[in-house]
């Protein structure tokens, strides 16, 4: 709550001060064309649930046990969808997360945290490290407003934070990010 706070107090002023500059300019709400799904997305309580039933069988295994994790743009999004319902004040609503030519995409809609709601698109890319999966933010909009590199960095640290997590006691051997979904391998520990 407190890094929130702090990501608000930076960001809100010079975002404000960009809204009014460029107030019929629609900087925050569009401007641009922002990564859009390839195809809907849909958004199910069951999808999320079958998800989190495999990470839990695929991180429960026996040490030296194999995996094979496979996660799609809906059961993903299910997932995030499903956990964002759980906090009454969540600052991200309607989000999208797809898989796409080796990338991670994301959108969503900000609210409580800017002067106005606003668009957010996050583009990002993954790779292991040290049998972990590391995520690496590579671009995040706020409509047409780029976000600095800083504070991608910030973004980019702390969602690895939480995606170590959950890797416990796993080591990662490959990860493929195709069409629609993502493939995780690796080896209990």
């Known amino acids: ?78 997932l995030v969808s499903t956990e964002l319902a759980k906090y009454s004040e969540s600052p991200l609503s309607d989000p999208q997360i797809w898989f796409t030519k080796g990338k991670i995409y994301g959108t969503g809609k900000v609210s409580n945290v800017l002067p106005i709601d606003a668009e957010i698109h996050i583009v990002a890319s993954a790779r292991i490290e040290d049998g972990r999966v590391l995520v690496v933010i590579e671009d995040v909009s706020a409509g047409a407003v780029p976000i600095p590199q800083s504070l991608l960095d910030t973004v980019s640290q702390s969602i690895n934070e939480t995606v170590d997590e959950l890797q416990l006691d796993v080591q990662v051997t490959a990860l493929e990010i195709l069409e629609g979904e993502a493939i995780v391998q690796g080896v209990r520990r």
Do not use: Y
């Open 1 to 78: 709550m407190r890094e929130r706070r702090e990501l608000v107090r930076i960001l809100l002023p010079i975002l404000m001060l960009v809204g009014v500059a460029c107030g019929p300019c629609n900087l925050l709400t569009g401007g641009t064309e922002q990564p859009t799904p390839p195809h809907p997305i849909v958004v199910s309580t069951e999808a999320a649930g079958q998800l989190e039933s495999r990470i839990q069988q695929n991180l429960t295994g026996q040490p030296g046990q194999q995996f094979i994790l496979r996660m799609t743009d809906s059961e993903v999004t299910s």
